[in-house]
């Protein structure tokens, strides 16, 4: 089970390294004092750092098997999963409402930029990660 975590977690950070690539490159660095409801760099960046973060932290977990390390990276999956809802409630709302997502000054927000496509697996591929770290964490398939 932890390896399947492993393998999980590393398919969503590759859509998580896609969509930041695309974000970078469409200026989301250069739109973060933009008016309106945007992806702001800090939060970007936390979700970022706390799931890289919870990622090595299970790869030394697999290397060493030690039970605090995996509840570490769960925790961590945890606030990861949060900021991750809060930004896609964000993208979410602008797809709806693209005017005010849009204001003259700031242009089209970068983030709308990700493909719909990428967005969805990211998402699914990381709720099954959350799954999967939290089975592994409370011992379902530990062959010990």
Not at 101 to 125: D, K, N
């Amino acid at each position: 089970m932890k390896w399947a975590a492993l393998i999980a977690w590393v398919l969503t950070a590759g859509g998580g390294f896609l969509m930041l690539g695309i974000w970078l490159r469409n200026g989301g660095m250069q739109q973060s004092r933009a008016q309106g409801n945007r992806i702001r760099p800090p939060v970007l960046f936390t979700h970022f750092l706390l799931a890289a973060t919870g990622l090595v932290l299970w790869i030394v977990y697999i290397a060493n098997d030690s039970d605090t390390l995996k509840w570490i990276a769960f925790g961590l999956l945890l606030v990861v999963a949060l900021i991750g809802f809060a930004m896609l409630g964000i993208w979410m709302s602008q797809r709806r409402d693209p005017a005010h997502a849009e204001p003259a000054e700031g242009g089209v927000p970068p983030e709308q930029h990700f493909p719909t496509t990428i967005v969805g697996l990211h998402g699914i591929v990381a709720a099954t990660t959350l799954v999967l770290v939290f089975l592994t964490a409370i011992g379902v398939g530990d062959s010990s």
